[in-house]
Structure formats: C-alpha cells, structure tokens
C-alpha cells in the first residue's frame, strides 16, 4: 500500500477529514524511521503504513489513521513524545502515549512486564477507546507477518494474541479482527493441525461451493414468497471455530458439518423475526441452538438472531439474521458507534456497551499483584455471561459459573460478608448454587455469617475473590503476629537472646527495615506467615561465627548430624533468600525445570512449588509467595501424564510409543480405551527432565498420522 492509496481510503469515508495530517505523519515517520528494517527485510515503514490501512478498513477518523503511522515512532526511534505532540498536537500524543509500551522501568519477571503494560493500555484506553482499536489493528499486522521471528517469539506472540488480543476483539465486537488473530494464532501454535485444516477445506471447496449456492437459491426463494426482502451470503467458518470445535467434541474434519454459516441482512426488527419464522417453517430448528441476542444484546453491543436447522442433505446450517445497522455494528463494533468528541465518556447505549470496561479498571485497582491481575482479565475477556435479576427487575451479567456469593459482593461488601443463602425464583438455595440466566436473586444474609477460605473455590469474579482474601488476610494477619512471635521467642532463646528486650532496644526495628519490612509487627506477622525465617533474624543479629557456636552450644549430636544431612539434600530449585528450606512439588501442576514457577509457603511444610499459571496459587494468599528459581543442571526425570486422542484403528499405538521412544523418554503407564465413533483415548506416563523435553516428545506425538489432539494432565 501507497501513502496515496491510503489518504483515498479515508477520503472514501470521511470526504471532508484533515488528511494532510495523515501525509505530514507518514513524512515524519518516514523520516525517524530511516534505515530501519523489519525481521522480513523489508524497510520497517512498511508496517505502519499497513496499520494504518487497517485502521482506515475499520473507518476510524484522521487522527486515529495518523496514529497508526506515528505508533511506533517513541518506542523505536529517538522520536520523543514531546516531538510528536510539538507536531500533531495532544490528541494524537495522547494515542500515541496510549500505545507505547512502558519502557524505563525494570520489571522482575516477563509476567510483570507483561501485566504492567496492559494495565497501562487499559488506563488509556479508558480515556480514549481508540487507543485499543489502533493496538489491535498492530497486532493485527504482526500477526500477520509473525513467520520471520525465532520460534520461540512466534509461541509466545501468538499466545499472548489468544489469551488477550483476540478476546479483546470480540468484547469490542470486531469480529473480523478476532478472527484474523484467531486464524493466525492458531498457525503457529498449532502449525500441523492449521495446514492439516488448510488441505482438508481446499479438498472440499467445490463441493462447499456448490452447496454454498444451492442454500442460497432456496434461503431468496422462501423469503421472497414470504414477501421478505433480504440480502443473503453464505461464508465458510475460520480455521479457529472449526479447530475449537473439534478439540471441544473430539471430532475428525470429516465429522463436522456445520462448516458454512449463512447470513440473512433485512430493513427491520420486525423482519428479522419474520425471516426466522420463514427458515423455521421450512427447516427443522435444532432444540437449544436458537438465540435471540436482539432482545438481549451480547456486551458488546452484538444483535442477530442465531439458530440452526437441519438443511439440505440432512446437514446442520447455522443461520443469522440481522438489519443493517445490526450488521454495520456487527463488522465494525466499537468503531460504528464510539462518539470521538467524548473521550473517556459514552452516551446512553454505550454506557452499557462498555460496563465490562469499568469493571476491569475497578479490578486493576483492586488487584496490586501482576499475576492475579492477569488471571483476572483473562478470564474476563474470555467468559461466557449469564444474566440475572435483583427482586427490584435490575439486570446484572456475571460470567459462567458465577455463584450466589459473586451476585451478594455485586450488590456491597457488607451483604457479601454475611451473605448464608439466597432465594432464586422463590425457592431457598445454598451458597454454591450456580446462576442461571433469567434468575431473580434475593441475598438472605444473617448477622454471625463471616467469609470462609472456602468461598475462594465457589466464587467467579475478581471482585468478589478480592473482598474475601481481603478479609481472611485481615484474620490471618493478627494471628500471624502472634505466632511469629510464639517461633521468634523460641528461636531466639535457642540463641541466649531475648526477643523483649530486643524490641525495648530497638534492635528489632533495625532488623525488620534490613529485611524489608516495615516494622516489628510486619516483621512478625512475615515470620508467622513463613515469608521470613527466623533464621534470617538471626543472621542479622549474631555474626555467622557467633551464630554457629551458639548453635553448637545449645544443640547435642544427634540434631547436628540430622542438620548435616539435610543440607545434602538438594530439590533443584533455589528458594529467594533462604537456605536449608524444604521445598515439595504441587501435585495439581508438577512443574518442570524450564517452566516458570513460584512458590507458597505453609508452616511446617516448607515451600511447595507450583507452575506461575496453576489456578491452585492464584488463589493462594499473595502475601505467602515467594520467589523460586530452578537451579542449573538439576533437572532429575519426574513423571508426567500426557493425554492423547487419535483415530482407532490398527498400528496407532505403536507409531506413538515410537515416537515416545525416539525422542529417548521412558514410559513407566499406558492406559488405552476406545471411545467409540473411530477414536481412541490413550494416557501415557512418562518420565522427564524438562519442560523443553516434553514440549519435544508431545510435538513428535502431532506429528503421528491420525493423532487428533496431544494434552499434558494436570490434576
């Protein structure tokens, strides 16, 4: 695309823009962005330009177009942000900002990072709803061209885009963006199952074009004698859609039909129902696959009336009908109704249209810690909603699954704290019944009714898991103190050293800063939670000399041989600032070396290590983790189960333990079933050092002809 190509584009739309400003910015990025390549080759102008032509296909104003060429200029250039606004004025600085990765501070881990700038964007785009829309179309293009980047760069882009960027998408209603990113994704996080997808749907163009043709005749033929006027298309669905169903039902390409969705786009409301009882009364509706998404828009703004029947051949068509203003928002989303000359702020509809955004900025203030924060949004973005009611008709959505607890912290804290049951419809239920859309909730709360760790596992929302863990560490931290207390006086006394008489010479307060805490009683609170050791006390108080002839003293021989030995005892992973600590495995995750991990502490038990992403520690107490790291060449072979789901038939069994055995891993179970409808369900235990070595041995598992789907299992 030409700078030319694209100031027509935007003229086709906005016919009276300022886009001179669009030709000034392309000549100032051209400018700072001189010498500069792409991992392609290819001069690095190419890319901004490109995302500014996807902003233009998503018909946003002069301003935004501008951005997509400058949005690169202040993180990758010696451009600052001050030029920029000196040039193009606030309002595209502000995107510009809005767009730009945190880049001076130094984060501790990729996680962080990875949170921090999201929660930068999502602060900007508060303010400004563009700011997102240009950082999809971005990604959009990088996903575009992820094929030059080192593999590992390429799975975790194309990870990030499915957990964030793509979810993004549908929340805002652009669906062809989620699909792209979608699509892309899913080549290079799955590369064998989206060309085996890729060749499947060419083999079968011609007769999916024919059928393509053959509905639509019939579709124009019922509306017209039903004097409906209509536009009717018919689109084959994206690679993503078909894999997720496949991987959801453990289907082969063949088994699934419902591969073409048809369209039905009329003047009106009221002809939209008149269209669906035209198809209705033609074909036989599929039971529970209607949806009226007019009469209850999805969040983001989505209208269409879905349903499914069984067409020609017997085959299941999927159907939606829309107006056109349904189906400009449907295409465009956010970018067909968002008011520009408002930022920050929305009239009427949209102030609904964008709850879900207030929401996570609410959560973002909510949530200090970058991992629960994270965790939060991504479940957010992805969830399925169901809606229920208040007794006064109020009409509130929670994702799936959300219990009667998440509808009582919805309505205040206080009614969540002391909240025993609930009536639903009526009828009394207890507090781990799950809503259901179309329920009226009535919160029965009683005065001695108190928060229970337990709630952690019931509720959905971040809102409500941030009020509890609230109050169980409010709890927790006065009984903290007591016991860091009860172990310091002990430890210290060990030592000939007196804890009171520490505290009335302020020693104590000197050692609590040393270590970070911000004074005795966060000191003691951060013994009794096991954060700090009283042996790191110690440490601060005795010389090392000092401390071991203490020690000596105070112990007889059997401790310090039982000492000794457990000093030899190594796990492979080295505990922040601690020595000597026991340290065991979750068995929900069973890290591997290679795999991010962190760790939790118990009392007694030393630190149990889990994955960074296992659900078990986000909802641990952030104030009992600790940092863990593995240490180098420790990595013993460890079990792990891995899941596989293949075609049944003769010889499959052993092509997998051939491609387990070449890849020089040992298999200690197997457990093999069929399924039934041609398919096979083996489970394997195997052996591994690494997570580098079982990423390795489940690639050479895809790679199996008439191998559907390879998962590890966790528990």
Partial sequence: MTIGELIERVRAYTPTGPVEVIQRAYEFSAGVHKGQRRASGEPYLTHPLQVAGIIADLRLDVPSVATGLLHDTVEDTLATLAQVEERFGP???????????????????????????????????????????????????????????????????????????????????????????????????????????????????????????????????????????????????????????????????????????????????????????????????????????????????????????????????????????????AEYGVAAHWRYKQPGGAEGGDGQRFAWLRQMLEWQQQLPDPQEFL?????????????????????????????????????????????????????????????????????????????????????????????????????????SVAVGREILERDLARHQLDLAKLRGEGTLRRVAEELGQKDEDTLLAAVGYGKVTAQQVLGKLLSPEELERRREKGEGRLQRLLRMVSRQTKSGVQVSGVEDMLVRFGKCCSPLPGERITGFITRGRGVTVHTLDCPKVLESDPQRRIDVQWEDGKGTPRPVRVEVTCIDQPGLLAAMSKAISSAGINITRAQVHALGDRKAQNVFELMVASADELNRVMRSLGRVRGVMKVARVRT
């Fill in 375 to 479: 965790r939060s949004v991504k479940e957010d973005l992805f969830t399925e909603e169901v809606f229920a009611f208040t007794p006064k008709g109020d009409l509130l959505a929670f994702p799936l699954g959300s219990t009667v607890i998440d509808f009582a912290y919805r309505i205040h804290s206080e009614v969540g704290h002391h909240c025993a049951g609930a009536r639903v419809n009526g009828k009394i239920v207890p507090l781990r019944y799950q809503l259901q859309s179309g329920d009226t909730v009535e919160i029965v709360t009683t005065a001695n009714q108190q928060p229970s760790k337990d709630w952690l596992k019931l509720v959905k929302t971040p809102r409500a898991k941030g009020r509890i863990r609230a109050w169980v560490k409010a709890q927790q931290s006065s009984r």
């Fill in 91 to 329: 309002e595209i600085a502000g995107l510009v900002d809005g767009v730009t990765k945190i880049g001076q501070i130094n984060f501790t881990s990729r996680e962080e990072k990875q949170a921090e700038n999201f929660r930068k964007m999502l602060l900007a785009m508060a303010r400004d709803i563009r700011v997102i829309l240009i950082k999809l179309a971005d990604r959009t293009h990088n996903m575009r061209t992820l094929g030059h980047l080192a593999p590992e760069r390429q799975v975790d882009i194309a990870q990030e885009t499915l957990d964030i960027y793509a979810p993004l998408a549908h929340r805002l209603g652009i669906y062809w963006i989620k699909s792209d990113l979608e699509d892309n994704a899913l080549r290079f996080l799955h590369p064998e199952v989206y060309y085996q997808l890729k060749r499947s749907v060419a083999k079968r163009k011609a007769e999916r074009e024919k059928y393509i043709k053959e509905v639509l005749s019939a579709l124009l033929k019922k509306l017209a004698e039903a004097e409906v006027e209509a536009e009717v298309t018919g689109r084959p669905k994206h690679f993503y859609s078909i894999y997720q169903k496949m991987q959801a039902q453990n289907l082969l390409y063949d088994q699934i039909y419902d591969l073409v969705a048809f369209r039905v786009v009329v003047d009106t409301v009221g002809e939209c129902y008149e269209a669906l009882g035209v198809v209705h009364a033609n074909w036989k509706p599929v039971p529970g696959r209607f949806k009226d998404y007019i009469a209850l828009p999805k969040a983001n703004g989505y209208q269409s009336l879905h349903t499914t029947v069984i067409g020609p051949y017997g085959e299941r068509m999927e159907i939606q009908i829309r107006t056109r203003d349904m189906h400009r928002v």
